[in-house]
């Protein structure tokens, strides 16, 4: 079987959803290209053609052009494109893609999800969905234990936001010489919403406690760093998608923040964020909403907090608390994932489906 994505671009679902089980899919025999160009000879020999967040109206023509080939199309998305909030700066984008996108998602044979919620809001437009849901890639986990003390991040300076280096061989040692406590949140600019809910938390969390470290990944906003003393805040550059694994592990996380707005659009979201810090053994401490709870159970594979900030704090004090509770928290949700969410385990759910797909049986799978 050759398989053809077609990425639109080179970001975190690019790279979940394309290049990491690509990768594994060559052990099945699968061979597969990488595409962000449309012409005949990227759409020419393969058996199938994935259009991962493709919107363009030129993709309807080229759609078209495999089918008539015979080849088939799965159309693969991650995101609940019909229910952007009007506070998510992208939502322009897709208010003026969205009747292209329903017409590549209705000629699809196949399209293809990450949960339960994104297949109910996209069965509205195609009945043939599957999910399969985002992995991770243990073989990246396990290197970077080999050469963690002798990596470099790039922390940012609160007034001027240039960069300087901060040596991993530091952030280790002072967790082993001062007792630090770290505690941080990775993302883009399109989480503005969600890290609204720790303005108040956080401050709370570094006043009681001042062995506490917070660090700030990519996005952050002014009413929630501005709130926290500077000797325990540390703004971390972001990074490229492959280099992001690396980036949690060098911030030796002790517990990883996943907020998320109650919102239509949030139900959509992937539990991602939290399956990335439980393969580094980071207790992950989320909001009691969508897909979190498919993967979270409190005191056993990390924590669901309520909108009240005091659940926050209660639970966070706790983790701050007890190492022993960190301990056994982080170890049970990476056996979790390391056995359920773990792509070197999990590829085979992916070449069944475009298998399936070419056979004629994908509504079977």
């Not at 699968?30 to 994935?50: L, R, S, T």
């Not at 505690?183 to 919403?193: D, K, L, V, Y």
Request: aromatic share 10%; glycine share 4%.
């Amino acid at each position: 079987m050759k398989v053809t994505f077609f990425i639109s671009d080179w970001g975190g679902c690019g790279y979940y959803r394309c290049v990491v089980p690509a990768q594994y899919l060559i052990r099945g025999g699968v061979q597969f290209q990488i595409q962000i160009e449309y012409k005949p000879q990227n759409i020419d020999g393969a058996d199938v053609i994935v259009l991962q967040r493709q919107f363009d109206e030129k993709v309807l023509a080229w759609q078209k052009y495999a089918k008539d080939k015979n080849i088939k199309v799965i159309f693969e998305c991650d995101d609940d494109i019909f229910h952007v909030p009007a506070w998510n700066p992208t939502k322009a984008h897709w208010q003026k893609v969205k009747k292209t996108a329903i017409q590549i998602i209705q000629n699809s044979d196949l399209v293809t999800v990450t949960n339960s919620a994104l297949k109910k809001e996209f069965s509205k437009y195609n009945k043939n969905i599957h999910i399969l849901e985002n992995s991770i890639d243990f073989k990246v986990v396990k290197q970077l234990e080999e050469r963690d003390y002798f990596l470099q991040v790039s922390e940012l300076d609160h007034k001027t936001l240039k960069r300087k280096p901060l040596p991993v061989s530091k952030i280790i040692n002072e967790k082993a010489e001062l007792g630090t406590i770290n505690i941080g949140w990775a993302g883009s600019f399109t989480h503005e919403r969600d890290l609204l809910i720790l303005k108040d938390i956080l401050p709370n969390i570094c006043k009681r406690n001042p062995q506490v470290m917070v660090y700030m990944a990519g996005f952050t906003i002014k009413d929630l760093i501005s709130k926290i003393p500077p000797k325990q805040l540390r703004l971390i550059e972001g990074v490229d998608t492959p280099k992001y694994l690396p980036l949690l592990k060098s911030m030796h996380l002790d517990i990883g923040l996943c907020p998320v707005e109650q919102h239509i659009f949030n139900e959509g979201k992937s539990n991602l964020k939290a399956l990335e810090y439980l393969s580094l053994k980071i207790v992950p401490v989320a909001s009691d909403f969508g897909s979190y709870r498919d993967i979270l159970e409190n005191y056993k594979t990390g924590f669901l907090c309520s909108d009240n900030p005091d659940d926050w704090v209660t639970v966070l004090q706790k983790l701050i608390d007890s190492k022993e509770l960190r301990e056994n928290v982080a170890q049970d949700g990476y056996n979790l994932v390391e056995k359920s969410f773990n792509i070197e385990h999990t590829w085979t759910k992916w070449r069944d489906v475009y298998q399936g797909l070419v056979n004629g049986t994908s509504s079977l799978l």
